[in-house]
């Protein structure tokens, strides 16, 4: 039978306008502006700058489209950056591994732990050959840092036991940097390392270890909001 009652009108959709989200993993950390890292491998290599936007993605949409799109730049800058660093330019190896961590921020982001772990891998091979080998001590916060997001990459897939390793060997580091070099500068990454190691230890039942971790982490930071006037840090130290 013919229907009785007018057919709805359909709504037009709503047309919103585009959002650009933030870069961010899920525990704040930043990660850079991929045209940036595009734009430094494109001028290492000679090529024409005007070029660079061709490789971005457009960026509008939730942030997993966001995130993909980054990652599509990254992975052009990697390989130039990769490219050449295979022709001999190890003045580049630097920033490599520094593209390396971000790149990896971008997958843990997109819940791509493993993928995140293996460009920590090929960072920690970049710093610690030019920190062992080449003697380049001063470059050996940064291996402290890749240890530390690597550790927090390896607990998120359960791997508790490795975590504690490579916060140890972080700990160790920053101790070194901090306490007999006097990079004092340092002293926050040294408490986040501790307490970081503290959260590994306790999970794995080692009560006693993770407090004297806190109460390690809780005196540096105490020196440093109450002592320095680094009043910024005070919610860390709560």
Known sequence: ?????????????????????????????????????LVRAFEAAGRDLATVD?????????????????????????????????????DLEPQLAKLYMEKAFVHENSDDIRGAVALYDMAITIIERRVGREGRWELADGLA?????????????????????????????????????????????????CMNMGNAVCELGDKC???????????IRERLVEQEGKRELARDLA
Request: hydrophobic share 40%.
């Open 1 to 37: 039978k013919e229907y009785s009652r007018q057919t709805p009108a359909v709504p037009e959709p709503t047309r919103h306008a585009a959002v650009t989200q933030d870069r961010h993993t899920r525990g704040r950390v930043q990660w850079d502006d991929p045209r940036e890292w």
């Open 209 to 219: 270890s993770a407090v004297a971790l806190y109460d390690r982490s809780i005196a």
């Open 54 to 90: 061709a490789f971005l993605l457009p960026r509008a949409g939730s942030r997993k489209v966001q995130a993909i799109a980054d990652l599509a730049a990254y992975e052009e800058a990697r390989c130039i950056f990769e490219r050449l660093v295979a022709e001999e330019r190890k």
């Open 145 to 193: 840092k890749v240890c530390n997001n690597k550790a927090n990459a390896v607990s998120a897939l359960g791997d508790k036991r490795a975590a504690v390793a490579l916060y140890e060997r972080a700990v160790a580091i920053y101790e070194r940097l901090v306490e007999q070099e006097g990079r004092r500068e340092l002293g926050n990454e040294l408490a986040a390392a």
